[in-house]
């Protein structure tokens, strides 16, 4: 008897999990809503340590954080429909202020970037100080590891995968199975569900969503602007190459937020 009442206990489990498993509703299109944080004071005593004449530097400093907050934040949309993502920056979220500081690269949105993840492919409209480039290439490849940690980001369970791009920087991202694309913010893609969550730490920067609208997408939402210079990855990386050879220590800086 209390083998039966183990097979049939073990068929009840198998059959709810298997109705719970036909019922799972993966999505696939929608809107997210993403919130760019940086942590400007950290980012700029980084800096100083680069430019070095700290005794310059400090005082400048100073006056930044008794009129800015220490975090800077942008919004940005990822519009995704299948294997096609769109993801638009809002400029006009971007905390403004007076103080020369600003101007630093890595508080800007420069990327306006359609994704084609069928034939992984990429176009970005992309604005580096006065110039605007189209990029379009290969999409980035990342050599993701995958691990055990997993966090709620904006209502949906995601996974915790690192990988480390363009040879120094360190990425921690937080993926969703239940979003059926393999997409993300910025130029962040080819994991096994959307990208929720992204982080730079060793930058100081992080991207999270902070709402999904699971609805149909129409094509006029997936596009960005066409207006720019025509460039791929090598053409764009000889142009900044050239143009930030005077630049001194903060040419790599400038380079590497550049070529994100």
């Not at 009840?12 to 719970?20: E, H, I, N, P």
């Not at 809002?90 to 420069?110: P, T």
């Not at 569900?193 to 609208?213: K, N, Q, R």
């Not at 800086?253 to 994100?260: E, I, S």
Request: proline share 3%.
């Amino acid at each position: 008897m209390k083998t039966l009442k183990y097979i049939v206990i073990t068929y009840l489990l198998l059959a709810t999990f298997s109705s719970s498993a036909q019922n799972a509703r993966f999505v696939t299109q929608g809107t997210i809503e993403y919130e760019k944080r940086v942590n400007a004071y950290a980012l700029i005593k980084d800096q100083i340590k680069i430019w070095g004449d700290a005794s310059y530097y400090t005082p400048v400093f100073e006056n930044y954080q008794k009129n800015n907050p220490q975090f800077k934040t942008a919004k940005s949309k990822l519009f995704f429909s299948n294997e096609t993502t769109a993801f638009i920056p809002e400029e006009e979220a971007i905390v403004a202020s007076s103080n020369w500081f600003s101007s630093m690269i890595e508080f800007q949105q420069a990327n306006k970037i359609l994704t084609d993840l069928k034939t992984g492919t990429s176009k970005t409209q992309k604005k580096v100080y006065d110039e605007t480039y189209l990029l379009s290439d290969s999409t980035r490849k990342i050599n993701w590891k995958i691990t055990d940690e997993f966090r709620n980001i904006a209502g949906y369970n995601c996974r915790r995968a690192n990988a480390l791009v363009m040879d120094s920087v360190y990425v921690v991202a937080f993926y969703s199975e239940e979003i059926a694309v393999s997409g993300g913010p910025e130029s962040f893609s080819g994991l096994p569900g959307m990208i929720l969550g992204l982080a730079l730490p060793h930058d100081h920067v992080t991207w999270f969503a902070t709402s999904v609208t699971d609805a149909s997408v129409g094509e006029d939402k997936l596009k960005i602007p066409t207006k720019g210079k025509a460039v791929n990855n090598k053409q764009l990386y000889d142009i900044l190459k050239g143009a930030l050879k005077s630049w001194g220590k903060s040419a790599h800086q400038t380079f590497k937020w550049a070529m994100m």
